[in-house]
């Protein structure tokens, strides 16, 4: 159809944006290039270098961590060939959503436990002592 793009954009739920950030993340290459973007923005050589990578091994990695929403790109408007790569903080808020939740839940589990620990010992009620006929 005319007018219409030839993939449609589909939704993607917060659960998969989860399993891609998770799945990006589970790597240790890419996990490092996280660590040296935390410090600002980088070009692909300079990531490549730091990393000890050939540019195209380097390539995939940033490829992942693109379509994952955990980094971007774009070229700084003096120089067309170069691409700086930063991190995209809307990629990491489902992860760190899900986090938060189970922060939470461990909280309320650990408050539940300590009231239950802290709680004054209730006496029990004794029984009357039945005396035995021989």
């Given at each position: 159809m005319v007018g219409q793009p030839a993939h449609p954009a589909r939704h993607v739920s917060a659960g998969e944006h989860l399993d891609a950030?998770?799945?990006?993340?589970?790597?240790?290459?890419?996990r490092a290039v996280v660590e040296l973007l935390r410090r600002g923005p980088r070009r692909a050589g300079?990531?490549?270098e730091a990393l000890a990578m050939s540019p195209p091994a380097l390539s995939r990695h940033l490829r992942v961590l693109r379509r994952a929403g955990l980094i971007d790109d774009d070229e700084p408007d003096d120089d067309a060939r170069?691409?700086?790569?930063?991190?995209?903080?809307?990629?990491f808020a489902p992860l760190r959503d899900w986090i938060d939740e189970l922060d939470a839940f461990w909280g309320?589990?650990?408050?539940?436990?300590?009231?239950?620990?802290?709680?004054?010992?209730?006496a029990k009620?004794?029984?009357?002592?039945?005396?035995?006929r021989r």
């Open positions: 950030a998770l799945s990006a993340l589970a790597d240790p290459t890419r300079e990531l490549a170069v691409r700086l790569y930063r991190l995209q903080a809307t990629g309320d589990q650990l408050a539940a436990f300590k009231a239950h620990a802290e709680a004054p010992v209730r009620p004794r029984r009357p002592a039945v005396k035995r």
